[in-house]
């Protein structure tokens, strides 16, 4: 390691989120040196010429042997047999890390085929992201203001979870640990069900008789809702399908009260819609506004 303050980083793949953190990462002198591998040598290229990376690895193996921290940052398909690669050839890493969207099959992998460098792993999720994809998009700024999750084991390494904590503060984001099993309940509720509902309802409305004019006729509130559609397709078909359980259990919760709502309004039943639109209205409000005060700094 170069000396207390600046380390060693390696990224496994490198889209949107590995790049953004690699230069969050320089822009605040947190990283001496940053190296990456993806399966796709012209990302590494591109992420050259960017200024994102110091140089490319040949292997995983070689990266591992040449870094301080390493950072998994593939496609969710990608990730498990990644991980365990990564564990199994440590070098002198003082701690991997991630930024997959899911936990469980990440942390259930490890434990059953990795249990020696289990230690040394401190799973990741950062609460940022953007519409655009890929190395190019990088955003230095990306994850500042923002919270990154971290669900270690309870047998972490101590070292390992402090400096990746370390990591996520010099990249400008608010670090919280969490049960990983509560982890993907969360994010099935809160990131995963609303990309499935956006791309639902722009996929309903392209298929609809008369979707020149719905899409003519569009203003800003279908426009702030379906922005997400936007997002990579194959991306969230795999987030979906590795956080399969709790977005299914969120998707039937949504289910439920949407057709409450449909009964309301097919037996003309005013008060009771009203009286749900209220109480989402309040829920609502109270989220903005707690929202407010933690980016002013008074919560």
């Known amino acids: 390691m170069s000396d207390s303050r600046r380390y060693r980083i390696g990224f496994v793949g490198l889209g949107l ?9 320089k822009k605040a002198g947190f990283a001496a040196s940053i190296t990456a591998w993806d399966i ?3 990302v590494l290229g591109r992420a050259g010429d960017l200024g994102v990376i110091d140089s490319a690895a040949d292997s995983i193996a070689a ?18 047999s ?11 890493t003082i701690c991997v890390t991630d930024v997959a969207s899911v936990k469980g099959d990440l942390y259930r992998a490890v434990a059953a085929s990795a249990p020696e460098a289990a230690a040394l792993y401190v799973p990741g999720h950062p609460i ?5 994809s890929g190395v190019t998009a990088a955003d230095a700024g990306l994850f500042e203001g923002h919270r990154v999750i971290l669900t270690p084991d309870t047998n972490a390494d101590p070292q390992a979870l402090g400096l990746v904590q370390q ?11 969490m049960d990983v099993d509560e982890h993907d309940r969360v994010l099935a509720a809160t990131s995963h069900l609303p990309h499935v509902l956006a791309y639902a309802l722009v996929d309903a409305l392209a298929k609809s008789p008369i979707r020149d004019d719905i899409f003519r006729f569009a203003a800003g509130g279908f426009r702030d809702f379906t922005r997400i559609a936007s997002s990579d397709p194959v991306m969230w078909r795999d987030i ?15 289910c439920t009260h949407l057709d409450a709502l449909r009964t309301s309004i097919a037996d003309r039943d005013g008060v009771a819609l009203e009286r749900r639109f209220r109480s989402a209205k309040t829920a609502r409000d109270e989220f903005a506004r707690d929202l407010a005060m933690r980016d002013s700094g008074t919560i």
């Not at 990266?63 to 498990?80: G, K, N, W, Y």
């Not at 990644?82 to 002198?92: R, V």
């Open 17 to 25: 989120i590995g790049g953004s953190l690699a230069l969050a990462l």
């Open 82 to 92: 990644l991980i365990l690669e990564m564990l199994k050839s440590p070098g002198g």
């Open 63 to 80: 990266l591992m042997q040449s870094v301080d921290i390493a950072v998994l940052a593939a496609p969710t398909q990608a990730c498990e």
């Open 40 to 42: 796709d040598s012209s």
């Open 128 to 132: 940022a992201g953007s519409e655009r």
């Open 240 to 254: 979906a399908l590795a956080n399969r359980d709790a977005l299914l259990a969120a998707m039937d919760d949504f």
């Open 167 to 177: 990591l996520w503060t010099a990249a400008g984001a608010t670090v919280q640990c």
